[in-house]
């Protein structure tokens, strides 16, 4: 530090010394932007198509281009994004893309519910019965975050249940796909009365012990919550004039 009266430079004392800042603010700031632009492309408010410019995101975000950087390079791996030489980054995630891990998923849920339905012991069906309670009271009170964070932990009590682990370890590689979509989806009123239903009747199913029931009732859960999704977050946007 600088003495007002001689200017000369001053040692701070050890103990006085500026820490450094805490990673974890950096990782929030990563974290956070990261998931700013996931959401948008996800929910179709960055359609395929659209350019990414580092300098106009940042000065929208009011963020330096560095945790923005990070973020592009995260999305490009999740496969949102491409970057083409000279030009920059451009949204690859489009409605197809949506339907096609929606079919996937689909399959591999489906699959997963016949195998639990067999193999689900007493202990499990409580639990699970206790998760549609508190998705029923979270449906009734428009709680979008606990809906969700249920919903998750339904699913994948039914991957443990079911005994399997090559199809659940499939099934992660879109977790960070579904969980957003699920914002997209759950944030309408009359969807969230609709999936609180299916996931009722695939609770039922699996209780019953009911293979062809469970399966048939995911593989329609999964099918028809894309079909919103994709509606909501692409056919619409599509549609509207710009």
């Known amino acids: 530090m600088t003495t007002p009266k001689t200017g000369a430079q001053v040692e701070l004392p050890a103990r006085s010394r500026l820490a450094p800042v805490d990673p974890a603010y950096l990782r929030g700031l990563r974290e956070h932007v990261h998931d700013v632009l996931r959401r948008?492309?996800?929910?179709g408010e960055l359609p395929a198509g659209s350019w990414l410019i580092e300098r106009q995101l940042a000065a929208e975000l009011g963020v330096s281009t560095t945790p923005?950087?990070?973020?592009?390079?995260?999305?490009?791996?999740?496969?949102?994004?491409?970057?083409?030489?000279?030009?920059?980054?451009?949204?690859?995630f489009d409605s197809n893309q949506a339907y096609e891990m929606a079919l996937a998923r689909a399959a591999l849920e489906a699959m997963i519910s016949r195998m639990a339905a067999e193999r689900i012991d007493a202990e499990t069906i409580a639990a699970l019965r206790a998760i549609v309670a508190r998705m029923e009271g979270a449906t009734k009170a428009g709680d979008v975050e606990t809906l969700i964070a249920a919903?998750?932990?339904?699913?994948?009590?039914?991957h443990t249940a079911s005994g399997c682990r090559y199809m659940p370890r499939l099934i992660e590689t879109q977790r960070v796909f579904v969980h957003t979509a699920r914002y997209v989806i759950l944030s309408d009123p009359e969807e969230r009365g609709r999936a609180?239903?299916?996931?009722?009747?695939?609770?039922?199913s699996l209780a019953a012990h009911d293979g062809d029931?469970?399966?048939?009732?995911?593989?329609?859960?999964?099918?028809?919550?894309?079909?919103?999704?994709?509606?909501?977050?692409f056919e619409r946007r599509e549609e509207t004039p710009s």
């Open 196 to 204: 609180f239903a299916e996931h009722r009747a695939i609770f039922e």
């Open 151 to 158: 919903n998750e932990e339904f699913h994948d009590l039914i």
């Open 40 to 43: 948008a492309i996800i929910g």
């Open 68 to 92: 923005l950087k990070e973020a592009l390079r995260r999305l490009e791996l999740e496969g949102l994004v491409a970057t083409e030489p000279r030009r920059g980054v451009r949204v690859t």
């Open 213 to 233: 029931g469970a399966e048939r009732a995911m593989r329609d859960h999964v099918l028809r919550s894309a079909r919103h999704h994709v509606k909501t977050a």
